[in-house]
């Protein structure tokens, strides 16, 4: 059996929509659009987009990648030395630095790991709050646990969208 993926707009809950990312300080966004809500999206920004300027992405913080046996070796070598070393939390800079000159480490060959983003948790498809409703709803006349509010668990998920014959892009 073919199945066939229809994206509908987050907005109208019509066929035939595309994803639309952007970005609003910090933030990214994205939002399933028609052709007409992308091109009404666009001229409300418009004004914005032509009195801005392009900016490239920022970089994250970098964070210097070692394990925890490490980092309380940096710390006891600082509490020995003078340094006002805590047990928890980020090594100072001051630190550091004077950790890895008193070692002979090339700060500039150590190795950098980007600084985690928060996550959201698990990717959950995008839906309306009555469209939840309607899976939750489902689910409790078919046995599953279906709670009042939260997130829908992907067993409940996958099995609605089998039973009706959707094929949700994960």
Do not use: C
Request: a positive charge; glycine letters at 8%.
């Amino acid at each position: 059996m073919a199945k066939r993926s229809v994206v509908e707009s987050d907005l109208s809950k019509r066929p035939n929509a595309a994803t639309v990312t952007f970005a609003v300080g910090d933030e990214w966004y994205e939002i399933d659009l028609t052709a007409k809500e992308r091109r009404e999206f666009e001229a409300d920004l418009k004004k914005y987009v032509q009195a801005g300027r392009r900016a490239e992405p920022r970089k994250q913080r970098q964070v210097p990648e070692m394990t925890p046996e490490e980092r309380e070796t940096i710390r006891a070598w600082g509490r020995d030395n003078g340094f006002n070393a805590q047990g928890m939390g980020r090594i100072s800079k001051e630190l550091q630095a004077a950790y890895d000159e008193a070692h002979g480490i090339d700060t500039a060959s150590r190795k950098a790991a980007p600084k985690p983003r928060r996550s959201a948790g698990p990717e959950v498809p995008a839906m309306t709050p009555e469209e939840r409703e309607t899976i939750r709803a489902w689910g409790r006349d078919n046995g599953f646990n279906a709670q009042g509010k939260g997130r829908i668990s992907k067993e409940l998920q996958a099995a609605y969208d089998e039973a009706h014959g959707i094929a949700r892009e994960r």
